[in-house]
């Protein structure tokens, strides 16, 4: 008669497995998890650092202290005994002191841009003296938006964007007196002066001027031979008194005076 023997089990048996074997077990998950764990931290840390963007963080925010610079502005040019008498002013900001108050003035009458304002935390914004300093700086002195920071705490971007309401706000005002054609009136009246001067049928004097400061986009089609850097050619002509009767900017290629006036539209009637 067969006998059935038992074989012997590969499993271990349940009995035999004591508590200490579980909690070391447990330790040895425990480690193997921390260490994965921290291996994915850092690959993560490392993404962050290839794919970082300074943009999109916020931005540092600068307190300015544009009530002190105001008042320094106004004691400079502003105030009645200024400290830079008025050949400086007129050499800095290219116009006389009471012309550029009375730009101010009309262009705050304009818009409330050019008003002062309080800002979110009650803090006196930027006055008009300020806007439009840094708007006439720009424009008659090619200074950089950022330079303008130093000495008017205004930041670039708000100095951009006060020459462009600068400008904007100077051809709504005074483009219909000022930037026109001559009338009848105009033209006889300076043919007068022209005689009187010496010079008979004379209405204004025509030149063309070489602005230097040619956008880079733009540099390829202005490179002249017989000058060292691209320029701009700006036809104009202007009477005795500075007055600009005719302005014409911009033709391409090497161009001298006469052709530039074959393309301007001075002789073209409107």
């Known amino acids: 008669m067969l006998q059935h023997q038992a074989t012997p089990s590969n499993t271990t048996d349940l009995h035999d497995f004591s508590f200490d074997d579980f909690l070391a077990e447990e330790e040895i998950i425990d480690d193997v998890v921390d260490e994965a764990t921290k291996i994915l931290k850092r690959s993560i840390e490392a993404l962050q650092e290839v794919a970082y963007d300074p943009r999109s963080c916020p931005r540092k925010y600068v307190k300015r202290p544009r009530e002190q610079y105001h008042q320094l502005l106004v004691d400079d040019y502003f105030s009645d005994n200024p400290l830079y008498p008025t050949n400086i002013f007129r050499r800095r900001f290219r116009m006389s002191r009471p012309l550029f108050l009375r730009i101010i003035s009309e262009l705050s009458k304009w818009s409330n841009y050019f008003t002062t304002q309080l800002d979110a935390l009650h803090r006196q914004g930027l006055t008009p003296l300020q806007k439009c300093t840094a708007a006439i700086h720009q424009l008659a002195n090619g200074s950089a938006a950022d330079h303008l920071d130093e000495h008017l705490k205004i930041?670039?971007?708000?100095?951009?964007?006060?020459?462009?309401?600068?400008v904007e706000g100077v051809i709504a005002v005074f483009?219909?007196?000022y930037l026109r054609r001559p009338t009848v009136e105009d033209a006889e009246r300076l043919l007068k002066i022209g005689e009187s001067r010496g010079f008979p049928g004379m209405f204004g004097s025509i030149d063309c001027w070489h602005w230097e400061r040619c956008p880079v986009a733009w540099k390829g089609q202005f490179t002249r031979g017989d000058q060292k850097v691209p320029t701009i050619i700006l036809e104009a002509v202007a009477s005795h008194d500075l007055w600009i009767w005719h302005a014409f900017f911009g033709v391409a290629g090497s161009n001298n005076d006469i052709n530039v006036l074959n393309q301007s539209t001075l002789f073209m009637k409107e």
Do not use: D, I, V
């Open 175 to 177: 483009g219909e007196y």
């Open 155 to 166: 930041g670039e971007s708000t100095g951009l964007e006060a020459m462009k309401m600068f």
